[in-house]
C-alpha cells in the first residue's frame, strides 16, 4: 500500500496542519478569557454582597 502518489493528500495534510496550529492558538487566548469573565463575575458578585449587606444595615 503506497499512499505517496494519492493525489490530495497534501492537501489533507496542510489543512490539518492549519487546523492544529490555529487550536494551538485559540486555546490560550480561550482560557484567558474564561479566566477574565470568571473575574468579572466574582466582582460583580462582590459588589452584590456588599449591596445586600448596606441594604440589611439600612433596614435595622
Known amino acids: 500500500m503506497n499512499h ?3 493525489p490530495g493528500h ?8 492549519v487546523f492544529g496550529l490555529t487550536l494551538i492558538c ?4 480561550g ?3 474564561r479566566s477574565e469573565r470568571e473575574k468579572q463575575e466574582a466582582a460583580e458578585q462582590r ?3 456588599e ?10
Do not use: G, V
Open 10 to 17: 497534501p492537501y489533507l495534510y496542510s489543512f490539518l496542519l
Open 4 to 6: 505517496e502518489n494519492h
Open 26 to 29: 485559540a486555546l490560550p487566548a
Open 47 to 49: 459588589r452584590i454582597q
Open 51 to 60: 449591596l445586600h449587606n448596606e441594604f440589611l444595615t439600612q433596614k435595622d
Open 31 to 33: 482560557s484567558s478569557y
